[in-house]
């Protein structure tokens, strides 16, 4: 069955530092994968995806995520993190139609100043 | 200006009331989504509905029923509410021939007591 892991419930990361949020996943064929971000109270944005071609993925905000084939992971990255990329962060799978997603758990960041 | 709203953003109510929560896009867009968000914060497929086109997740209780008066709304009719009701619902909508961009609602907090 179709799954997506978070391992990380929580990250705290200090301002300026370097982020990367774990995602792995669990599906038959290729992947089309995604990462959402979720400020409190608002809907989830889309910040990247990957459907083929080049295994790292630039996104909106800065970030960036690497798709291995190999260890079933798609993580997201950002170089130096801001104040205002404290939220929460979701990794989904998506099937070939798009009819159906599966999301992971969600990782909360937060960023100390 | 909001691209996909939901109404009311809070319901609170007694088990066994039936209750609606109404969702407007004004993208434009042909497919929208129902999704559940649970205590653990997986994000899980209600329903998606492509123009005329209703695909029922199976796993969705027939208590749940979505209803679309046109392409710009999916309304979610929720009948003799159970206490694991309780959840975030979240709508969504993707354009023609990009259905795996969605553009996500703020969410709606259904509380059953």
């Known amino acids: 069955a179709q799954s997506v892991t978070q391992p990380d419930i929580h990250i705290t990361v200090s301002e300026g530092a370097s982020l990367e949020l774990r995602c792995n996943y669990s599906?038959?064929?290729?992947?089309?994968l995604f990462w959402y971000v979720q400020s409190p109270g608002q809907g989830l944005q889309l910040l990247l995806k990957?459907?083929?071609?080049?295994?790292l993925v630039q996104g909106i905000k800065g970030f960036e995520a690497e798709f291995k084939r190999s260890q079933s992971s798609f993580n997201l990255r950002k170089p130096s993190v801001h104040w205002s990329d404290a939220a929460e962060y979701f990794c989904?799978?998506?099937?070939?139609?798009?009819?159906?997603?599966?999301f992971g758990s969600g990782t909360k960041l937060n960023v100390k100043p | 200006d909001t691209a996909v709203s939901q109404t009311p953003k809070y319901l609170v109510t007694q088990m066994g009331n039936d209750k609606s929560i109404k969702c407007e896009q004004n993208?434009?867009?042909?497919?929208m989504y129902w999704y559940k968000q649970d205590s653990k914060k997986f994000l899980k497929i209600m329903f998606s509905?492509?123009?005329?086109?209703?695909?029922i997740n199976e796993t969705v209780p027939n208590r749940f029923s979505p209803k679309s008066p046109d392409k710009a709304h999916l309304n979610l009719h929720i009948n003799s509410l159970e206490l694991g009701d309780s959840a975030v619902y979240f709508c969504?909508?993707?354009?023609?021939?990009?259905?795996?961009?969605?553009?996500f609602g703020p969410g709606t907090r259904l509380l059953v007591l």
């Open positions: 599906y038959g064929a290729t992947p089309y």
């Open positions: 989904a799978v998506g099937e070939g139609n798009f009819n159906k997603f599966y």
């Open positions: 993208l434009g867009h042909d497919t």
């Open positions: 509905y492509n123009n005329k086109e209703l695909i």
């Open positions: 990957y459907f083929s071609g080049d295994t």
């Open positions: 969504a909508s993707s354009p023609p021939r990009a259905q795996e961009t969605q553009y």
